[in-house]
């Protein structure tokens, strides 16, 4: 009869109509679970199943179903459904329970188990104190659902197991108290069952899509699932392969995140040669997005470069033999593939940078023998930053692109001046500011007008004075990088006041001196030629010798001298005007202070000044005075 029943449910449209009392049908049938019989019970769930689809269950019609207690014929349902999904050896009884279970739990049939019911019972322990807030209402339930799906996950019915794993994911997916159910499964192992359905999918598309989802979710609580995470790692990087071979795969970027929280999370446990096939495999995919064969999603982009950088920040990366290589590769082809795009690839662009500035420390540490090996990785990076990164900035100033991205390029600029040896550190120098870096400069600040982006520019620009101009005339630039202007036309101005009881004002004009000195070995002007002329005119009318104690004299005569004769040189010819009474001040002071002609790099144009002033004579007798050095 039950069978027949159900044939008729299967084949009528519409046969709930027909039915003169759902409702007591469906708890009469609830009920009837009891009898011991397994085929009776698997035709009484495909039944409730049925009814379940044609909306004929009390939970369907709540308005006409006063007198049904939905929490007490819910609470019996699930423990009478998992006890037969728990005993029950018949997978076509284990397809009709999980297929009623899944239908009713769509319909948030059980949520009032694990959350609609909190309230009175907490009304109750709040004065018998028997449960905390951390301990979820009917744990047994819970217990017996662990216990009940885990026969269902070592089925060979794949049908079984796809629809267990999805009634584990829409258990989770309720509002219950879910802290406690993720720490109820996960004690009673069922974690390890869903590595273990994953371990013999044979890459099976349902069947991975479904287990993923579970384990994200038990993710969730990374805390209680790090070691369960740790012993079942080796069963995702078959699964990793598959997934990132396939564009936009469903679980892609899970598949990624469960990878990343492993290795950030679990130190130590992978092993060289796993460390390297995810490299080799994240590589793998970069390179083909870049390609266009390709695409993915912004989130997978984002955990790509998140698990390299773990990678390369893990305490054996330096002993994985073809890590340099595959970061190489992978650094080009997240820059390329992102910077070049910025407007379409906002969110990507910090993480590709992120990435590359991980390269780059990664190449700088390790002992000596290490750190050659990644010769070719720190070249790469240095050639990328030369490219893509100016490339970057230069457009920067036009379009006005965001801030952060800049701050990114330019702590990976520093640590190339900073870090790496002296011919790189002095190439890369010299490559910036024959690339207008000082007039660039001042525009990353005019269009960021903040003190981080001030004082890391100021840091940039004194970092390649170091390299262009030696001796470490960089430092009067970081000395006062704090007093010092955002914009240029001011640089002019503050040269010419007078400082000499100013010690602030006389370290910013020091820095001016330097800044506006090393411009002209790149043809920059920052101001005009007669605006610059003039400003030092008057700086050396005013000043004259009387620096502050706290500023080496000699530094300060020496780069005046320099400045003096380029601007001098360079209007020579011209009819811009200038003023005997400053030129004659300032020889003055060269034939009577210490200073030296060659302690800085000497300019061609300002050399040939001096030299013919030197050769003309000077009518103040100062002529061997210039070419002093004491």
């Not at 046969?15 to 009484?44: K, M, Q, W």
């Not at 695409?295 to 698990?307: D, K, N, R, W, Y």
């Not at 910025?342 to 780059?360: G, M, Q, T």
């Not at 043809?523 to 010798?545: H, K, M």
């Amino acid at each position: 009869m039950l069978h027949c029943l159900g044939f008729l449910l299967n084949s009528i449209k519409g046969a709930a109509a027909y039915i003169g009392d759902a409702v007591s049908l469906f708890l009469n049938l609830v009920n009837n679970l009891r009898l011991p019989s397994d085929e009776i019970r698997g035709e009484i769930l495909f039944m409730l199943y049925k009814l379940s689809l044609l909306n004929a269950t009390p939970w369907d019609n709540i308005c006409d179903n006063d007198n049904v207690d939905l929490s007490a014929v819910g609470k019996s349902l699930l423990q009478l459904s998992l006890e037969v999904l728990l005993k029950t050896q018949n997978d076509a009884v284990r397809l009709n329970c999980i297929a009623f279970l899944l239908a009713l739990a769509k319909k948030e049939a059980f949520d009032i188990l694990l959350i609609g019911d909190l309230s009175l019972i907490k009304s109750v322990e709040e004065e018998e104190s028997t449960q905390t807030d951390d301990v979820p209402p009917n744990a047994s339930i819970i217990v017996l659902f662990a216990d009940a799906v885990k026969g269902s996950l070592l089925s060979t019915n794949l049908e079984v197991q796809t629809g267990t794993l999805d009634l584990i994911f829409h258990f989770l997916s309720s509002d219950a108290n879910i802290c406690a159910v993720l720490q109820t499964l996960i004690d009673e192992n069922v974690a390890d069952y869903v590595f273990e359905v994953l371990r013999l999918s044979g890459n099976n598309d349902p069947l991975v899509i479904s287990s993923v989802q579970v384990l994200s979710l038990l993710a969730t609580s990374e805390e209680m699932f790090k070691e369960k995470l740790a012993i079942g790692f080796s069963t995702l990087l078959p699964v990793l392969h598959y997934v990132t071979e396939i564009p936009f795969h469903p679980v892609q970027s899970q598949v990624l995140r469960l990878v990343w929280t492993c290795i950030a999370n679990c130190s130590g446990i992978l092993s060289l040669s796993q460390e390297e096939q995810i490299a080799c495999a994240l590589t793998l995919i970069l390179r083909r997005n870049d390609s266009g064969e390709l695409g993915m999603c912004s989130e997978t982009f984002a955990l790509v470069c998140s698990i390299l950088i773990e990678i390369m920040r893990s305490p054996s990366a330096h002993d994985i033999q073809k890590l340099p290589s595959l970061i190489e590769e992978a650094s080009k082809h997240a820059i390329s593939s992102t910077l070049p795009h910025a407007y379409d690839s906002a969110f990507l662009v910090p993480h590709s940078l992120r990435l590359l500035k991980e390269a780059l420390i990664f190449c700088l540490e390790g002992n000596t023998d290490k750190i050659s090996v990644k010769k070719d990785l720190e070249d790469s990076v240095i050639e990328i930053c030369g490219t893509y990164l100016l490339h970057w900035l230069e457009s920067a100033v036009v379009d006005g692109n965001d801030d952060e991205t800049l701050g990114e390029i330019l702590q990976i600029f520093h640590i190339i001046l900073s870090s790496t040896c002296h011919n790189k550190q002095l190439k890369f120098a010299e490559m910036l500011a024959s690339s207008s870096w000082f007039s660039l400069s001042f525009g990353f600040m005019g269009l960021f007008p903040t003190d981080h982006v001030k004082s890391v520019v100021y840091l940039i620009t004194s970092s390649i004075v170091d390299k262009i101009l030696g001796c470490k005339y960089g430092e009067t630039i970081r000395d006062a990088y704090v007093y010092l202007p955002s914009d240029p036309t001011e640089l002019a101005y503050l040269l010419g006041q007078c400082s000499s009881e100013d010690f602030n004002l006389a370290s910013c004009q020091c820095a001016i001196l330097v800044i506006l000195y090393a411009c002209s070995f790149y043809n920059e002007r920052l101001v005009a030629d007669s605006q610059l002329l003039s400003s030092v005119e008057q700086y050396i009318l005013l000043n004259g010798a009387k620096f502050p104690y706290e500023i080496a004299g000699s530094v300060m005569l020496t780069l005046l001298v320099h400045l003096y004769a380029f601007v001098r040189g360079i209007s020579f010819g011209c009819t811009i005007q200038h003023s005997p009474e400053a030129e004659r001040t300032l020889f003055h002071v060269m034939a009577c202070k210490e200073w030296d002609l060659l302690f800085i790099r000497v300019h061609p144009i300002a050399l040939k000044w001096l030299f013919q002033k030197s050769v003309g004579g000077h009518k103040d007798g100062c002529r061997t005075g210039i070419f002093r050095r004491d």
